[in-house]
């Protein structure tokens, strides 16, 4: 795993990640990572966005995590797709390794009431507690958690 | 750790804030009282004469006076109940200790948070929300705006998943062709697809191992 210039851990797993969507709507290549929603079972894609106030979930992936009866804060988010309304909650999301260790998040993430895109991990409420880093020649993931 | 909301945090405050800004400041006030003239440094620090400090607190009073005109009636009625009995500290901390000031203080940060929140600024809102004193924070809406608000949690798990290289190739090569549909792969091959992902989930979940689970926008 990646070292910091004295010699401690910086990331801790790395995951090869998909560069390209080819269903998006945009032309541009994208960092896609693995993550597994708690409760759902399975993982799933998630978009990595750095410039995202907040990180999102697919209302259906919301459902089947037993989210959409939590109590939220409601929100209207920005996005590349108009002004969104959903809640923000807090829940658990792991991002999967490849290689070396996962690590588990308690993160708050934005729940919309519609949405038509995928789901995003963004700066604020979940990637802000992340080491990571991106070898774009081989595709792959590298992350840790922040101290 | 309850001054938090200091020089720095209105110093972050963009120029389009200013309504913000100003909000946050009758917050502050409220919630310290007149004995700390932030923005313009803590007067608990003990660096100003009383001279200073009396212009301090009118440099103060005259940014907050903007939200009482451009702020909604709510805060406006708050600045006409204590901003002329501020003049003398006698009398605003006799509003401040009065029955309900309290509920009220707790309501003009939960908006001045949202507000934050709705800019997008979550240290700022954060950093509202710790300036609060601490026999503040049970409140049911703090409560709920400091879960959301709180910085996330990590921790390392020996939880892996499998290289999806071979699954990232399908999604690359048939996308098109599933348009719409949830897609559950495993090793480069398509094992159901299904219009909902709970029907998609009907499908998969007695499988040994676990597909990674995909919708094609």
């Known amino acids: 795993m990646l070292k910091t210039l004295d010699g401690a851990d910086f990331t801790t797993g790395r995951a090869r990640f998909l560069d390209e969507d080819a269903n998006a709507l945009e032309g541009t290549a994208k960092i896609f990572v693995k993550i597994e929603p708690s409760n759902l079972g399975f993982p799933v894609l998630a978009q990595l966005d750095t410039g995202s106030a907040w990180s999102i979930l697919k209302p259906e992936i919301a459902e089947e995590m037993q989210l959409m009866n939590e109590e939220g804060e409601p929100k209207r988010l920005s996005t590349r797709f108009g002004n969104i309304d959903g809640q923000l909650k807090r829940t658990n999301i792991t991002i999967l390794a490849d290689d070396g260790d996962s690590i588990e998040l308690e993160a708050t993430v934005f729940i919309p009431t519609e949405w038509t895109g995928g789901n995003f991990l963004g700066y604020g409420g979940l990637l802000e507690r992340v080491r990571f880093a991106v070898d774009p020649q081989e595709n792959l993931f590298y992350f840790g958690p922040s101290a | ?217």
């Open chain 2, 1 to 217: 750790m309850t001054n938090q909301l200091n020089n720095n945090v209105f110093d972050q405050l963009t120029a389009s804030s200013d309504y913000t800004r100003q909000t946050a400041a009758l917050v502050a006030m409220m919630v310290h009282g007149s004995e700390q003239s932030f923005g313009l440094g803590w007067p608990g620090q003990r660096q100003a004469e009383n001279g200073e400090r009396k212009k301090n607190m009118s440099l103060t009073l005259a940014s907050i006076r903007p939200a009482t005109e451009s702020g909604g009636s709510f805060i406006e009625s708050q600045c006409k109940g204590w901003l002329p009995a501020s003049k003398h500290r006698a009398g605003q901390k006799q509003i401040l200790s009065a029955p309900g000031v309290a509920t009220e203080i707790m309501e003009i940060t939960y908006r001045v948070v949202l507000s934050l929140m709705g800019s997008e600024q979550v240290t700022l809102a954060r950093k509202a929300l710790a300036a609060l004193p601490l026999d503040r924070l049970g409140d049911p809406m703090i409560v709920r705006l400091r879960k959301m608000l709180a910085v996330p949690v990590t921790k390392t798990s020996q939880k892996r998943d499998t290289d999806r290289t071979l699954d990232y190739q399908w999604i690359r090569d048939h996308a098109q062709d599933y348009r719409g549909q949830w897609v559950a792969l495993d090793k480069g091959e398509l094992l159901a697809a299904a219009a909902s992902l709970r029907e998609l989930l009907d499908h998969v979940k007695h499988l040994k191992h676990r597909p990674l689970l995909h919708q094609i926008s």
